[in-house]
């Protein structure tokens, strides 16, 4: 018969596993990301044994509590300065290919929509923030450690995501089946970035900069259904990287439930659309 503390440390364990299985479903897989909250998660143990030990666990000292703390933070620590890596497209096949061939930092996400192409496009411009759910809530979260205030958060309900997007000077591109949205800010000389085309966003390495597409892709799957790619990727080849990397790392799993919200109000205009004709 297995111990009491056998099965405690086995709960933790699936416990934990269920954190990070979680946290690589709302975003593309992210080592980093992982490492980064994997290691706050330890922290956080670690300072509550260094409190009270956990005696269930086997844990009768306070200097355990201690070690687990500082193994926890130097893991979230070295997740979060690891040098961000250069991807590079060997092949384009996309607009976001050509427009963005390099880049440092992605996810991607599909979704299978019962509508035809067509009709999952138009349903992508007239998305709007009410399909975040949670972007209220993410916002204010982002807010408290920013400390920050978040206003005009309830305004942006009913305004259709593309239309901001304009409005904060991205460029829009594409082809019958694809959008893409790319747009970059200065963040030294905290400005946006002066670029009238899209394809100046693929050699643009201005010192500070960083840069972000957004791209929609839609494939037909037979029998009146329809494949919906979305993915996004940035680009901070200046000194704006290492920032840009801690920064990506921490917001990863709020980002990746943002974007399944988004395609999944796609997907529901899309087949709403889509319904008279079936």
């Known amino acids: 018969m297995m111990s009491f503390k056998v099965v405690a440390w086995a709960l933790l364990a699936a ?67 690891w040098p961000a890596s250069m991807i590079r497209v060997a092949q384009p096949k996309t607009h976001l290919d050509k427009i963005m061939p390099e880049y440092q930092f992605s996810e991607r996400h599909s979704a299978r929509v019962h509508a035809l192409p067509e009709q999952v496009m138009q349903a992508v411009g007239e998305a709007t923030f009410s399909d975040m759910k949670s972007l209220a809530t993410l916002l204010k979260i982002r807010g408290a450690v920013l400390r920050a205030p ?30 893409v949205m790319c747009g970059g800010f200065n963040v030294q000389a905290q400005r946006r970035l002066e670029v009238r085309a899209l394809e ?16 929609f892709t839609v494939e037909e799957a037979g029998d009146g259904w329809s494949t919906l790619t979305a993915e996004t990727r940035v680009v901070a080849p200046g000194g704006a990287s290492a920032g840009m990397a801690r920064y990506w790392r921490m917001i990863v799993p709020g980002s990746g439930l943002l974007r399944l919200q988004w395609l999944e109000g796609i997907k529901r205009r899309a087949e709403s659309a889509a319904s008279p004709r079936s």
């Open 15 to 81: 416990l934990g596993l269920a954190g990070i299985l979680l946290l690589n479903y709302w975003a593309s897989y992210q080592p980093l990301s992982t490492l980064t909250y994997l290691g706050i998660g330890v922290a956080a143990c670690g300072l509550a044994n260094l409190i009270v030990p956990f005696r269930f666990l086997g844990i009768r000292k306070r200097a355990v509590g201690a070690l687990i703390l500082a193994g926890g933070v130097g893991l979230a620590v070295a997740a979060l300065h």
């Open 150 to 179: 978040t206003k005009g958060i309830g305004d942006l309900q009913n305004k259709r995501i593309a239309d901001s997007f304009r409005e904060a000077g991205y460029l829009f591109g594409g082809s019958e089946h694809e959008i």
């Open 200 to 215: 100046e966003f693929a050699k643009n390495r201005e010192p500070g900069a960083v840069i972000m597409a957004f791209d």
